[in-house]
């Protein structure tokens, strides 16, 4: 028996609140039950699912199969139809887009709540038995119709027309100039490139569709009006920037972005206001918990974190030996501590010993040795600097009894032109993410052909990559989408795009499924070369996380 009381608490309030804040709260009420599953009594909706079933569940939701788009989807040969405005009721947008066509006969009110309820369609027959048959009280039964009187309406499509597209980057004074410098440079290209040819595009496929056995798929092509949006001063004072921005000109979707490690306040900016980011260069993404508008490369240093405790853990004699992690004291090396520490006890492990060193300083040889003799590691991780790893290499060398194992990790330290006296660099396991590179040949070619054609060779190579990758994967997602153009369909388009997708990237193996928000979930555990090989590998393992 289902609780009332909150029922009678929203019916009360929506008779008290004007017309226009009534229609507001139903409709505020109905999205939770569409996506959520969540009724006005704050439990999970009830439905009986085959026909039989009776089931209580939070996947039930709709928005579980229709989408939160309300576009659908499809399953083998079972297709979702869509739940938008115009679809439903033949409302039209009023945004300039082109939405999906209205079922026939369209559905009113009391069609939709028959439906809703009793699995019975518009033209009177059932629907299919995988629909279920919700148990919805008449609150909860408003507050969805009117909810879906609104899905995909113009809310849904701020910042793109029938003709343009707006996206912008975001980048900040504080992060590192280069990876500053490659987003901006890289995407300032593409999109100039991308927009010659946008008219050329239109032509071709509309002259191609005319023909006989011409292309039939519908590819929307779109202007892209760019900008970029620069934060200044301290990072406490972004969400004001943030949104004075939003509020002047809302875009479409956020295309990569670089302002360091303080990304969180950009992931809870993006979450707040549903507006897509798609894959910014970053080595510590917001919370992972609450997040569906954000799209990241992979979780960066807690990703290499997590795969140096997970080798470890492999190790028959790892979670026993004797371990010291040291680390730079700053956002980068506390989040990857936290998510290492998490992961070894999860594992089974014990006995981790830290050791913070101030970011920017150069302890020096003799404080590193007094630090080795103190704790006497035999598995040392080392998430620090290259000038702090020199030092601390020198003053392992010095010792007779140096740690077995050394780890390393990319977002910490990269090994390109680093050369470690040995024992030490022998010694080294070093956490990298990326396509290993082979002798002789580029790493990453495709990506390198691309730079030194645009002649942006000079723009830090591997975030300028990623911010190609992000740049061709959005005008991918924004063709495919055709005219159904809204925020929530462009996050849904690069989950089923990015899904074991071909277009390459710098990772060797991803994967972007329904719900997922990392693209790369794993990382090499790699020997790294030296004297002529410096910089490259000479073998490695791939973690999947």
Aim: aromatic share 8%; net charge neutral; charged share 20%.
């Amino acid at each position: 028996m289902r609780h009332i009381k909150p029922v009678l608490l929203l019916l009360v309030g929506m008779a008290l609140a004007p017309a226009g804040q009534a229609a507001r709260l139903a409709s505020d009420a109905g999205r939770t039950l569409y996506r959520d599953g969540i009724g006005a009594d704050r439990r999970p909706i009830a439905a009986l699912v085959q026909g039989d079933v009776d089931s209580s569940t939070a996947a039930l939701a709709c928005a579980n199969c229709h989408k939160r788009s309300g576009l659908g989807t499809s399953e083998g040969r079972n297709r979702v139809p869509p739940l938008t405005a115009t679809a439903l009721f033949g409302s039209s947008p009023g945004s300039g887009t082109v939405l999906p066509a209205r079922l026939t006969p369209v559905y009113d009110d009391e069609a939709l709540r028959r439906a809703i309820k009793l699995g019975i369609g518009a033209d009177g027959r059932e629907l299919s038995p995988f629909m279920p048959r919700y148990q919805l009280t008449d609150a909860d039964a408003a507050a969805l119709i009117a909810y879906l009187h609104t899905l995909g309406t113009a809310n849904a499509t701020e910042g793109a027309s029938a003709t343009d597209v707006n996206l912008v980057t975001i980048v900040a004074d504080t992060a590192p100039a280069a990876e500053r410098e490659a987003v901006v440079g890289v995407l300032s290209r593409f999109v100039a490139i991308k927009n010659s040819g946008t008219r050329r595009e239109s032509a071709r496929a509309a002259a191609s569709r005319r023909q006989l056995y011409g292309e039939r798929h519908v590819r929307g092509y779109r202007h892209w009006n760019f900008q970029v949006w620069t934060l200044t001063g301290s990072p406490e004072t972004w969400s004001i920037q943030l949104e004075q921005r939003y509020a002047a000109a809302p875009p479409f979707a956020v295309l990569s972005g670089a302002v360091g490690d303080d990304w969180a306040t950009l992931h809870t900016f993006c979450e707040r206001h549903e507006l897509p980011c798609i894959m910014p260069v970053t080595s510590v993404p917001g919370d992972a918990a609450q997040n569906h508008y954000n799209v990241y490369y992979s979780e960066g240093a807690l990703t290499q974190a997590r795969v140096t405790a997970r080798d470890l853990l492999g190790d028959a004699h790892g979670s026993r030996d004797r371990l010291l992690l040291l680390h730079r004291d700053d956002k980068r090396g506390r989040a990857a501590r936290d998510a290492f520490e998490l992961a070894w006890r999860a594992g089974g492990g014990t006995g981790i010993r830290v050791h913070m060193t101030p970011a920017g300083t150069a302890p020096s040889i003799q404080e590193w040795r007094d630090v080795l003799k103190k704790h006497r590691p035999e598995i040392l991780i080392a998430w620090l600097d290259p000038a702090q790893l020199g030092a601390l290499a020198a003053a392992a060398n010095g010792m007779e009894d140096g740690p077995r194992h050394i780890y390393t990790a990319e977002d910490f330290t990269s090994w390109q032109g680093l050369e470690l006296p040995n024992p030490f660099g022998e010694r080294v396991r070093h956490v990298y993410p990326y396509r290993l590179p082979a002798p002789g040949r580029a790493q990453f070619p495709r990506e390198d052909v691309w730079l030194h054609t645009q002649k942006l060779d000079a723009l830090a190579r591997v975030p300028a990559a990623k911010a190609l990758f992000a740049c061709h994967a959005t005008g991918e997602a924004l063709a495919e989408m055709a005219g159904n153009y809204s925020r929530d369909y462009l996050i849904e388009t690069l989950e089923h795009m990015l899904d074991g997708t071909n277009m390459t990237t710098l990772y060797p193996l991803t994967t972007l499924g329904t719900g997922q928000r990392f693209l790369a979930k794993g990382a090499y555990v790699a020997r790294p070369g030296h004297g002529d090989t410096s910089g490259l590998f000479t073998e490695g393992r791939w973690v999947q996380l």
